[in-house]
């Protein structure tokens, strides 16, 4: 009888650990799911922002709540393709929001028993959650620091601050390793140049904060919607390519991708133009720990239903063998 209940017991921790992640590989997801927040779900139907009072009037409660549940189901059923062990996702709602996707993911047979909220306070209503197959520790719902900017490059008289309104950061355990994820969401291109200096200084306290990490051993991963493109100012100052610190590796490049899928790496479509503005950033302290080749893999799982989300889901999957 001991054994037999010795034997269940280590085929239960077999099977918990397989369903928490690979023991090989561990793979990262983010989408943005636009606007999947009960009192913004219109926006996601091409509303503006503030309706009109005969718009309020076609938005009940009853169709807000069947708008939403609709929207996270099929949002869930996309993910259950994309199965990742680590998912963040941007632009969801707080409280009752955040319990229907976290049931909408469980019906949809994803198993994350450990997710976090960001404590966002984004005038948007919009927030950043970590889904996770692998307990999350040292969980920091704000990302804390200021950061002063120019909103008019030739104008030093234009100087303003900001924080880090949509962000949280939390530690896995993977490999022996402790991993801090960090799920971001910066000012989008709303604004012009006022919005590029502001989000350039989010993208600096991003950076301040998760050197901090890899000072004290830690590796880093950058995951949500950066909203800039590779190459451009936001993403050369959070992976470090403007200071001589310890930079962060794009997933985005050519060579993650496979070889059929390197036209296809934008997740949105700005003014008709595809790019990329979701992101995973690893640490370069990671790397040695991964196989030689093909150790980082990147893909997107296309949405092609713009009453989904406008945006597709980036996945990156890390082989450590």
Known sequence: MKKLVSTLVGATALFAAHASASAE???????????????KIH??????????EAEKAEWPDTRRAQVFDEKANAIAAVLANVDADILVLTEIGDGPDF????SALSNAGLNYPHAEICDCNDPTGQ???????????????????????????DDPGTEGDTGLSKGLKATVSFQG????????HLKSERGFSEADGQRIAQASIVRRNYLKDLDAGRHVIVVGDLNDRRGDPT???IRGLDDIQPDLIQTGLYNFFEESERGERWTYIYQGRRQQIDHILVSD?????LKRTKGIKSRVERITDSEVTDHSA???TLDFR
Not at 25 to 39: G, K, M, P, Q, R
Not at 138 to 153: F, N, Q, T, W
């Open 127 to 153: 927030n950043v959650a970590i889904f996770s197959r692998l307990p999350l520790s040292s969980v920091e719902a704000k990302i804390e620091g200021r950061e002063h900017y120019l909103a008019e490059d």
């Open 43 to 52: 926006i996601s139907r091409g509303f503006d922002f503030r309706l009109s």
């Open 25 to 39: 590989e561990l793979s990262i997801a983010t989408l943005n799911t636009e606007f999947l927040i009960t009192d």
């Open 314 to 316: 980036l996945i990156v």
């Open 177 to 184: 390793q402790e991993i801090v994820i960090y799920g971001v």
């Open 285 to 289: 302290s990671l790397k040695p720990m």
């Open 99 to 102: 319990d229907k996707i976290k």
């Open 235 to 237: 993403l050369k100052r």
